[in-house]
C-alpha cells in the first residue's frame, strides 16, 4: 500500500518561504519520477515541479521557475519542495504524486493522469 504524507505546509507573508516535505512508503521510491501539484478553491490542479528517479532532471512551470526547487532523497524515501519569494497566487493546498509508470524520464511529465498516487496535501497560505 503506497503511501504519501506531505508536511510543512503553513502562512507565510508575501515574499517568505517554506519548505514541504512528501514522505513515502510501500513502494520503491527510487523506481518513480515525482511531482508537486497545487489546487486552490475553484480551481482545476495544476503542476508545480517535477523530478526524475534520480534527480538530475527537474521542471517547472514559467509560474513557479526561479522561485521553488524540487529535489529527492532516495535514502530517505522522501521528496521536498523549496518555496521562496512566495506570493499570494501561490495560495494552494500543494500535493505529491508518484507517476504511473516506474523508470526514468528526459522529458517533463506534467498531466494529473500520469500521476496515480497522490498524497492528502498540506495548505500553503500567502497573505500580508
Known amino acids: 500500500q503506497v503511501q504519501l504524507v506531505e508536511s510543512g505546509g503553513g502562512s507565510v507573508q508575501p515574499g517568505g518561504s517554506l519548505r514541504l516535505s512528501c514522505a513515502t512508503s510501500g513502494h520503491t521510491f527510487s523506481d518513480y519520477a515525482m511531482a508537486w501539484f497545487r489546487q486552490a478553491p475553484g480551481k482545476e490542479r495544476e503542476f508545480v515541479a517535477a523530478i526524475s528517479t534520480s534527480g538530475g532532471i527537474t521542471a517547472y512551470p514559467g509560474s513557479v521557475k526561479g522561485r521553488f526547487t524540487i529535489s529527492r532523497d532516495n535514502a530517505k524515501n522522501t521528496v521536498y519542495l523549496q518555496m521562496t519569494s512566495l506570493k499570494p497566487e501561490d495560495t494552494a493546498v500543494y500535493y505529491c504524486?508518484?507517476?504511473?509508470?516506474?523508470?526514468?524520464?528526459?522529458?517533463?511529465?506534467?498531466?494529473?493522469?500520469?500521476?496515480?498516487?497522490w498524497g492528502r496535501g498540506t495548505q500553503v497560505t500567502v497573505s500580508s
Open positions: 504524486a508518484v507517476r504511473k509508470s516506474a523508470g526514468n524520464v528526459v522529458v517533463a511529465v506534467t498531466a494529473t493522469l500520469e500521476y496515480n498516487v
